[in-house]
């Protein structure tokens, strides 16, 4: 017999390990299945190992060392929390809008309980779901009406589908955008059952090709929110307005799909101004969509408001139904809103808010206090500095703004900068920092009260371990 054969008829059978689980503490607390699989797996892997012609030493200690450390790694949770140091406010990678207190605690109330969601209290009779977040984003932004869905994309193809069927949509070719992932305006309207009607050039669109574009089977003027590049140079668009004066005398109505909406005038909190969604209900737009998770700094949602004749279409839509959002979404939404009632209150308690507008001198003030922290802990064993460098605000919003930041930076004296990137990346919890001029660098603007010390001290881990 050879020794491969040997080795494998030496393998312990499922059973016996199974008998030696149960008198082993450390995996009381592990579901039967899981254990099963993990056992199953190690001997797997004993099995290929023994075929590749290495011949390991095989023990039962050996097996439940293995199996255990597979069975732990199956039950811990997939989505878990991590660090963004990266200073990308609205980072799609890592969830975007972190939500405020209050929408949190509105979350807990209404998941544990029964809730209002569809019975009107005042009559006893069935209501309506959008009813919480209706009135107030009416208030907020202008609109007649208003409404709620899944997300942006699902704002914008529910909107363009219930508007514009088997219609033309007459869109500047400026604004065909491809949003990060598979979000193009193209295909949207194609799965809308919509015909795109191109007009303009890339640089420049005028009011009078949206004009001659106009024919018997015009449905809607679209204009997308440019969200993630500018356009320079020698360009043209037309205004929101002057597209609803053309639409008005055409009887065509007017969509704009805003993106990242914000409910309030950046240019206030010394950042560019973009336009509200009251300005675009002001310009008179008979449909307005914009994402929840964006600068509004909310859950992740998409917001149709507009003319209520208009929103009712849309409501009777089937596709509604398919794309309604949740009871926690919209606690959450309503919570979020409401703190847009009182502006200033809104930017120190929706995270998003407060770390778009966070003035130099309190980054300089993060800033310091991570590197003293970084210092205490591993000190010696880095070249630890300052580097003014600067910050994006991201998800599609505010595209190419630069937003001043001091970032600390480090480089380690017996490790390789992009092996730390990945050890801190690969910690509990996950930090995420990136690297540049090999360096790695850490943006205090988008770190959380007291996340300087576990950055402090996974760097001390990681770093004494060599
Ligand atoms: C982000 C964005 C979308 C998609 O919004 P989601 O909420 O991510 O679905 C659509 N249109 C524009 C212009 C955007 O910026």
Redesign the pocket.
């Known amino acids: 017999m050879t020794d491969i054969h040997k080795s494998l008829r030496n393998l312990p059978g499922v059973d016996h390990l199974l008998e030696l689980v149960k008198q082993d503490p450390r995996f009381s607390s592990i579901p039967r299945s899981v254990v099963l699989d993990s056992l199953r797996q190690a001997l797997d892997r004993m099995r290929k190992d023994i075929l590749a012609g290495t011949h390991p030493l095989i023990t039962d200690a050996l097996f439940l060392e293995q199996a255990l450390s597979l069975a732990e790694e199956k039950i811990k949770p997939r989505l878990v929390s991590v660090i963004n140091a990266t200073g990308v406010v609205l980072h ?1 990678n890592l969830g975007r809008a972190l939500l405020c207190e209050e929408a949190l605690s509105h979350i807990t109330a209404i998941a544990k309980t029964y809730s209002n969601l569809e019975l009107n209290l005042g009559t006893g009779k069935r209501g309506i779901r959008y009813e919480a977040v209706d009135g107030l984003l009416c208030e907020l932004t202008g609109a007649e009406s208003a409404i709620v869905v899944n ?6 193809l529910l909107a363009l589908n219930t508007l514009a069927r088997q219609r033309e949509v007459v869109v500047s070719r400026g604004e065909l ?1 491809e ?3 598979s ?1 193009r ?1 193209p295909d949207v309207m194609e799965k809308s059952g919509c015909v795109l009607k191109e007009v303009g050039t890339t640089n420049r669109t005028h009011l009078r090709d949206y004009e001659t574009a106009v024919g018997e089977n015009t449905a809607l003027f679209l204009k ?5 590049y500018k356009i320079e140079g020698f360009t043209a668009n037309v205004a929101l307005k002057d597209l609803v004066m053309l639409g008005q005398k055409n009887g065509i109505p007017v969509m704009e ?4 909406g914000t409910l309030i005038d950046f240019s206030k909190y010394g950042l560019p101004h973009e336009p509200t969604v009251g300005d675009a209900v002001r310009s008179g737009a008979h449909v307005v ?1 914009f ?4 600068l509004l700094g909310g859950p ?3 917001i149709i408001v507009g003319k209520k004749e208009n929103i009712d279409q849309i409501r009777k839509n089937p596709l509604t139904r398919a794309l309604r959002i949740d009871k926690l979404t919209l606690a959450a939404l309503e919570s979020t809103l409401r703190l847009y009632r009182d502006e200033e209150k809104a930017i120190q308690d929706i995270p998003t808010l407060r770390m778009l507008t966070l003035s130099f001198d309190d980054i300089v003030k993060k800033a310091d206090l991570l590197f003293q922290t970084i210092q205490k802990a591993v000190g010696p064993l880095v070249d630890l500095r300052f580097s003014d460098m600067n910050s994006r605000p991201g ?3 505010f595209p190419e703004l630069d937003l001043p930041t001091r970032c600390v930076t480090l480089r380690p004296v017996n490790l390789s900068v992009s092996k730390l990137e990945t050890a801190m990346r690969l910690s509990t919890p996950a930090i995420i920092g990136r690297i540049e001029d090999n360096q790695y660098i850490l943006d205090p603007r988008t770190l959380q009260d007291g996340q300087e010390t576990i950055i402090a001290s996974t760097l001390a881990r990681i770093l004494e371990k060599k």
């Not at 997308?224 to 993630?228: E, P, R, Y």
């Not at 799909?257 to 990242?260: A, I, K, R, T």
């Open positions: 799609t997300n942006n994309a699902g704002a914008v955008v949003i990060g992932g979000f305006v997308v929110h440019t969200s993630n799909d805003l993106g990242s969509t994402s929840g998770d964006k992740q949602a998409g998800g599609g919003s």
